[in-house]
C-alpha cells in the first residue's frame, strides 16, 4: 500500500479551516462538530481514497464536540495525526479517535477557558480601554495586533504539537496538575477583571435630601464617607448575579443596563 504522509502544506491548511470556521455552525445538537469535520476536509481525499473510508472520517467528525478553540487546536492535531497513521494501516480503529476528542475537550476547554477568555483578553483589553481614553484608535489597533500576535502562533503551535506527539502531548492538561492550573488561571481572571471593573465603571448618584433642620444632604457624598465606589460595586455584583445564577445571556445583561441608565438619568437617581 501506498504510504500517505501529510505535508506542511497541508497541514496548514487544516489548521486554518479550523481557526477560521471553527465556530461558524454553531448548535446545540453539534456545538463546534461541523468546525472539526471541516478542518479533515482538505486531507481527507488524500489519507482516503475510497469514498466509503472517506465519508466514515468525516461522518466521525461530524459528531458532538465543543471546546476552547485556541487552545483546542491541539486536538486537531491530534486527531489529524491519528487519522494519518489509521490511513497507512496502523491498528486505530474510529471509536479510539471519537473517544480521545471525547475525552480530552472537557479538560482543554477548562484550561483554554481559564487562559483565553478568562485572562488573556481581560488584560489585552484593559490595556486597549485605556489606550482608546478620549477616542485614540491606538485602543482597538493594539488589541487586534496584539490578539492575532499571540493567538495565531500559539494555537499553530500547538497545533504541530499534537499532529507530531500524540497523546503524549496533552499529558499535563489532563494530569492531577491540570486542576492546580486552572485554579491559578482562573484566580489570575478574577485579580484581572476586579481591576478592569475598578478602573472602568463609574456610577454615582444625583439624589439629593433637605431635611427638616434644612440641611442639605447629597447621597453620593454620604456613601462616598461610608464606602467609596459602592454604586460601581453594587452594578458589577448585579450584573454577575443575573448572568451566572440567572442565566442571563450578555446582550440582554447589557440591554438591561442600558435601560437602567438611561431611566437613572432621567429620574436625576444618575448623574449624567
Known amino acids: 500500500m501506498e504510504e500517505r504522509r501529510l505535508t506542511r502544506k497541508d497541514l496548514r491548511r487544516c489548521w486554518r479551516a479550523w481557526m477560521m470556521h471553527c465556530l461558524s455552525s454553531m448548535s446545540f445538537e453539534r456545538m463546534a462538530s461541523f468546525g472539526f469535520c471541516l478542518s479533515m476536509l482538505p486531507v481527507a481525499k488524500k489519507l482516503y481514497p475510497d469514498v466509503t473510508k472517506r465519508m466514515e472520517m468525516l461522518r466521525r467528525h461530524a459528531s ?4 476552547e ?29 471519537n473517544t480521545l476528542k471525547v475525552g480530552l475537550m472537557g479538560p482543554i476547554a477548562g484550561i ?17 480601554m485605556a489606550l482608546a481614553a478620549g477616542g485614540n484608535i491606538l ?29 503524549g502531548s496533552v499529558e499535563m492538561l489532563v494530569s492531577s496538575k491540570s486542576a492546580r492550573l486552572r485554579e491559578a488561571l482562573s484566580l489570575l481572571g478574577v485579580f484581572v477583571m476586579g481591576g478592569v471593573a475598578a478602573s472602568y465603571v463609574k456610577l454615582s448618584s444625583g439624589l439629593e435630601f433637605i431635611t427638616k433642620d434644612g440641611v442639605n444632604i447629597h447621597l453620593q457624598q454620604m456613601l462616598d464617607g461610608i464606602f467609596p465606589q459602592l454604586l460601581p460595586l453594587g452594578i ?31 429620574t436625576g437617581v444618575f448623574q449624567g
Open 64 to 67: 458532538f464536540y465543543n471546546t
Open 69 to 97: 478553540p485556541q487552545i483546542g487546536a491541539i486536538v486537531n492535531g491530534m486527531a489529524l495525526g491519528l487519522e494519518e497513521k489509521k490511513a497507512n494501516g496502523e491498528p486505530i480503529d474510529g471509536e479510539t479517535i
Open 112 to 128: 483554554g477557558d481559564s487562559m483565553i477568555p478568562g485572562m488573556l483578553m481581560p488584560i489585552l483589553l484593559s490595556i486597549g
Open 139 to 167: 485602543g482597538p489597533l493594539f488589541y487586534t495586533v496584539a490578539w492575532l500576535g499571540i493567538i495565531l502562533p500559539g494555537s499553530w503551535f500547538l497545533f504541530l504539537k499534537g499532529y507530531k506527539m500524540g497523546s
Open 236 to 266: 458589577v455584583l448585579g450584573t454577575w448575579y443575573v448572568m451566572a445564577k440567572r442565566g442571563v445571556s450578555p446582550v440582554k445583561a447589557m440591554a438591561i443596563l442600558l435601560v437602567l441608565a438611561a431611566l437613572g438619568v432621567a
